[in-house]
């Protein structure tokens, strides 16, 4: 990538752009450091979050799909919590060896991995009981697109899920978090995985996507019933949970937060 240890460019975000292939490469090179950088700018919460994700989504013996899945966390946490089968999809090839890897030392023969688009989901219509992503959506040039695909793919009264970093919304805290995520985390990028710019990308990302509220709109679009809302690290952090309608209009409880 021409943009290794640079800022990206915020041309990324306009009409034409090429962000799903700056998205794939990026991800690709940072694979191998991917984890660690979770962890320390989390302070390995991101974990507990995936927990939470797979045990308000996962039922027994469910198939679930997880878009952009990355190097597994959320498909083994929605194994750990009970689903019967898990595939866990992403572009970005280097991406899922780690994914396989963890999977293979965790014995969990629930999830398989292999290469797929948020926008083409290799799956039949109304296949799979439960839908989630993590961290995955703000980096998708066509969200509207992926949304119709999850809501295509799952059942009447399936389930999904998303975890995801919102635009920060107006407040006393908004500079401060601004500034971590433009000085401090790219700083640490550039230390630990040695790629600046994958890391200068994420505040550009967020500033680029949706807040709390305009999430819950955009399923409601989408044809989903938006059931549960939780906002977290200091609005840093949004979990959003919605259903498909049944047939006899069932659905679920009102969206809350």
């Known amino acids: 990538m021409s943009e290794r240890g640079g ?35 989390t302070g390995g919460r991101h974990h507990a979050w ?19 899945s990355g190097t597994g966390d959320l498909a083994l946490a929605c194994a750990r919590a009970g689903a019967g ?24 023969r629930e999830a398989a991995f292999a290469l797929g688009d948020a926008t083409r989901l290799p799956l039949a219509g109304g296949s799979v009981d439960a839908w989630c992503a993590a961290f995955v959506l703000r980096n998708v040039p066509a969200l509207d697109v992926a949304l119709a695909e999850a809501r295509r793919v799952l059942r009447p009264g399936g389930r999904l899920a998303v975890l995801e970093i919102p635009r ?15 000085y401090v985390v790219p700083l ?15 505040p550009v990302s967020v500033d680029h996507f949706l807040t ?41 409880g009102p969206a809350s937060g």
């Not at 990324?12 to 991800?27: C, I, K, S, T």
């Not at 089968?85 to 969990?108: I, Q, S, T």
């Not at 979990?239 to 498909?244: K, N």
């Open 7 to 41: 800022e990206p460019a915020s041309g990324l975000f306009e009409a034409g752009a090429d962000r799903a292939g700056y998205v794939r490469g990026m991800f690709g090179e940072i694979a191998a450091r991917y984890d660690l950088m979770n962890a320390l700018i």
């Open 50 to 68: 995936r927990r939470l994700a797979a045990r308000l989504l996962v039922r027994p013996g469910d198939r679930v799909v997880d878009v952009g």
């Open 85 to 108: 089968m898990v595939l866990g999809l992403d572009f970005a090839a280097p991406m899922l060896a780690h994914a396989r890897r963890k999977a293979a030392r965790a014995g969990a």
């Open 168 to 182: 920060l919304e107006r407040g006393w805290l908004r500079p401060l978090i601004r500034l971590h995520l433009r």
């Open 188 to 202: 640490l990028g550039r230390v630990i995985s040695g790629h600046a710019s994958a890391y200068a990308y994420l």
């Open 212 to 252: 709390p509220l305009e999430l819950t709109a955009a399923l409601r679009r989408a044809g989903f019933a938006v059931t549960q809302v939780r906002v977290m690290m200091l609005g840093t952090v949004a979990l959003h949970v919605a259903e498909v309608p049944r047939a006899d209009g069932g659905a679920g």
